[in-house]
């Protein structure tokens, strides 16, 4: 696999075909639910500071596509919508 070094922008992966190691791990820009995106990917990965009820949360939560919706990574419970 070609090494590929990146300072900005988003890396796309193709399930279960390609991996990123990391060598100084990820940061995150956290965002509230309202901020998430409008038509979010199998996947995507956002750090969630409030919900969609306004409950303060500072989690790690992914977009998963069985269910359409967002999911806390700690448990795989649902993020609040409003």
């Known amino acids: 696999m070609a090494k590929t070094v990146r ?6 992966l193709q399930p279960t075909s390609e991996v990123v ?8 820009t956290p965002v509230a639910f309202a901020n ?3 038509t979010p990917a199998m996947g995507m990965v956002a750090f969630l500071t409030t919900d969609g009820a306004g409950a303060k ?3 790690l939560c992914y977009y998963e596509t ?6 806390y990574v700690d448990d795989n419970s649902a993020v609040a919508t409003s």
């Open 66 to 71: 069985a269910n359409n919706r967002w999911n």
């Open 57 to 59: 949360k500072n989690k």
């Open 21 to 28: 190691t990391l060598k100084n791990g990820l940061l995150f």
């Open 7 to 12: 300072t900005s922008g988003a890396y796309t």
């Open 36 to 38: 998430l995106p409008g």
